[in-house]
């Protein structure tokens, strides 16, 4: 027994050899290439899914397993175990239950049949990078492939795709901020310029206004030329509301005013446009029950949006047709919804209608909505174009934080 022993030590050797030799340098072949095909499209976001794709397919071909799912989300506190309690973000609840199972066990890999099973998959390791998770690694392997190499590469495979999405993310994060630098700088130079060219205008409007009017005043004048004097009017008048808001846009801060209950705020701005909706013979609807106290520059900025949302929807709204103003309060904050009769938004202008000097109207500034949205976001707020009700009309709302002490009814 001693000598055959001895005699089969050197082949059984040279095959154990050969034979770790060759999965090193299967494994070490892929992790080479995977990690080189990371570091060649690190930060290139565009282009993340085909990274991902090939992980996917170079890691199933050359591990030998069945299939290779990588699914990512939006990054995660790996800290809070609650992350995971009831949904993930950007992915479903069956991988948040997968990623709470590898927190509870120290972020090792999951193989937890009933959690994988029912998915198609035989194990899941978390994409982890410091304290963030960026998603999971899932593979599902036929019987006796998943050696403890086999999961040693895959850990170190989901390590290096939860860098290259970490990058990716980051980039794609640095670009949107600097466009959005760039695009208020571009604002800001746009409306200093548009303030300067407003306070030139604004007084020879005035006087104009004011020529115009005292030759009314002349019964000659007034019998010849009463049609054109009341167009001057009528004309500088309408110039001067595009200078107001020329100088309303180029307004870095809202000014504050005193803290005012939300309904009466709301109804105070209603009345304002009630001689222009009887003209127009539309009928204002208002559905508010709510008179919980907003701080200075929420109602200075409420006011302003509201009436300007009027304005739009007086202008939408057919004769004989409705606006609707309601109101809603949760969790501290008012959001009031403005929803007008006419035809709506199509879903190609949803964005568009929010930029500066940008306007579907013959004779219109596209500033109202800018200012809008300006104004709500320096309150602190938003403004938003809610989806459409019933294919009719465009309905927008207005969210402002209460003030600290405002109750609610």
Not at 9 to 22: D, G, I, Q, T, V
Request: proline share 3%.
């Amino acid at each position: 027994l001693i000598l055959a022993l001895a005699l089969a030590a050197a082949p059984l050797r040279s095959w154990l050899e050969k034979r770790f030799h060759k999965l090193f340098e299967r494994e070490a072949a892929l992790y080479r290439q995977i990690v080189s095909r990371i570091g060649s499209h690190a930060g290139q976001y565009q282009q993340l899914p085909d990274l991902l794709n090939f992980v996917e397919q170079q890691t199933a071909v050359a591990l030998g397993l069945r299939l290779v799912k990588i699914i990512a989300g939006n990054p995660t506190l790996a800290a809070d175990d609650g992350v995971a309690r009831n949904s993930y973000e950007g992915t479903e609840l069956w991988v948040a239950n997968i990623i709470r199972e590898s927190n509870r066990n120290g972020w090792s890999a999951v193989d937890d049949k009933e959690l994988l099973d029912a998915h198609g998959f035989t194990i899941a390791f978390p994409l982890r990078r410091d304290e963030r998770v960026w998603g999971v690694l899932l593979a599902d392997a036929p019987l006796g492939t998943l050696s403890e190499d086999t999961r040693s590469v895959l850990g170190i495979l989901a390590g290096q795709v939860a860098i290259a999405i970490e990058d990716s993310r980051l980039v794609e994060e640095n670009i949107r901020l600097e466009r959005t630098l760039a695009e208020r700088e571009r604002l800001a130079t746009l409306g200093q310029m548009a303030a300067t060219v407003a306070h030139e205008i604004k007084n020879p409007l005035s006087a104009i206004k004011s020529i115009a009017q005292v030759m009314a005043e002349d019964p000659q004048v007034r019998a010849e030329y009463a049609r054109d004097l009341s167009l001057i009017v009528g004309e500088t008048d309408r110039l001067g509301e595009s200078v107001t808001q020329l100088l309303s846009f180029a307004r870095r801060e809202t000014p504050s005013e005193l803290p005012l209950p939300a309904d009466q705020l709301i109804r105070s701005v209603v009345r304002l446009s009630e001689v222009v909706a009887e003209k127009e013979r539309v009928k204002i609807n208002l559905r508010i029950k709510n008179n919980a106290e907003l701080g200075g520059a929420a109602v200075s900025a409420l006011r302003v949006a509201l009436s300007n949302l009027l304005v739009n929807a007086l202008q939408a709204t057919p004769t004989d047709g409705e606006i609707t103003i309601s109101d809603a309060v949760d969790k501290g904050i008012l959001t009031v919804t403005v929803q007008d009769g006419g035809v709506g938004v199509s879903d190609d202008l949803r964005e568009r209608i929010w930029e500066p000097f940008f306007t579907t109207k013959q004779r219109g500034t596209g500033l109202g909505l800018a200012i809008v949205r300006k104004r709500m976001q320096e309150a602190g707020g938003s403004a938003r174009l809610a989806a459409r009700v019933n294919g009719e009309g465009a309905t927008f709302e207005l969210r402002v934080p209460l003030a600290d002490e405002a109750r609610p009814n």
